[in-house]
């Protein structure tokens, strides 16, 4: 490579480093305060890189550039449910409502207040204050517990599995079977949330009070507890990292005396022990939570305006959302070793942008006299000029031979 280019090459580097500025996350590992401040969020849901909120105020769709998007439905959104034809549904105050461009054509249920909201094979279940009810197949929603509609009882949780579908009951955590029988499986425990981890297909239970977390791997019918080093009050949420199955967080509420936490808490081992995971989080009732897969992106700005775009890097990284009682949602992202250090030393390379742009000045000035002068002996040269004692023009006769004389007129 020609010194020019060399010369060339590093005016573009310092270029790059005095003009465009690197910003590196500087949220990971720990919570921040994300969108729908000030917003009490009752539900969450993930949506490719999207997430879906569910608030006292309606129902939003947060993406990844932190830009939030109404959906349309008024009012307290308590749970989200998606069925097995990919219809988006809301459990609001007023019943089941799909969330839909056209939700005329499908059927809603208006039977007040629903709580919860469930799949169990290709039909939607819903939780609410008069019990456990079923979208069949017809069309038209059929009220399944209390059995026969003898009386009402809420439903505050729900979740279909295989056997049947569980739900909370006034003695605890019920399952009813497919032949309409309902069996309790845990008795006396008060059931705050149900949920089914997609990838095991393992069912858990959060209740309020000991044993506040529970599993089970055989569609509900057995439970082992999963509460060892959990400080809440009353578990309402857990989510698997979809990177790593055995990575866990959970959210819960605790009482302002101080008898139990609020926040998140963490595990690594499927949830046999917990740690506490409240960094910027803490004192907060969670109410919900998401996680997401995205890239890991880093900023690209110009020094000293606002433009800038960002880079995506070839690696992914996990994104938790949870939704609070009053602070709206607060995302965290696991910490990155590389970019913890180079977040590091983001403030020392502040520090020498003058300086680089002041190199940069100097490497300019040295390239451009370096073209000027390369012009100047480059230049293209004018015809020679004969010496004295010689001939005008070079001979173009061959080495080692004479021109003949020209023959003389009258010579045969």
Known sequence: MRPLTWASLGVLTLAVLALARIEVPTDLGSW???????????????????????????LY?????????????????????????????????????????????????????VHALGVQGTALIAGGASGAHRLRPQGDWELVWPVGGSGSAPVGAVVGTPAGILFSHPDGLALLHHDGQVEMVLPEVDVVALGRWDDTGDVWVGTRGAPLLLTSSDDGLTWSERSEGLGYNAVHAVVWDPADPARLVSGGSGLADGTGNAGTQLTEDGGLTWQVEQDRLSNTHVYALAATTEPVRLGLRVAGTDRGTTIPLPSTTTRWYAGTNGAGVATSRPAVPVLDTLAATTPYLRLAEPLLGGVLLVAMLVAAYH????????????????????????SSAPSGRTRPDPPTPGEN
């Open 371 to 394: 073209q000027l002068t390369s012009t100047r002996t480059t230049a293209p040269r004018g015809p020679p000029v004969p010496r004295p004692d010689g001939p005008s023009t070079p």
């Open 61 to 113: 769709r947060l993406d990844p550039d932190g830009s939030e998007h109404d959906l349309g439905v008024d009012g307290p959104v308590n749970a989200l449910a998606v069925d097995a034809a990919g219809q988006l549904w809301a459990g609001t105050d007023r019943g089941v409502e799909p969330v839909d461009p056209d939700p005329q054509a499908l059927p809603s249920l208006t039977d007040g207040p």
């Open 32 to 58: 921040v305060q994300g969108p729908l401040a000030g917003q009490i969020v009752l539900t969450m849901r993930a949506q490719g890189e999207s997430v879906l909120v569910g608030t006292r105020a309606g």
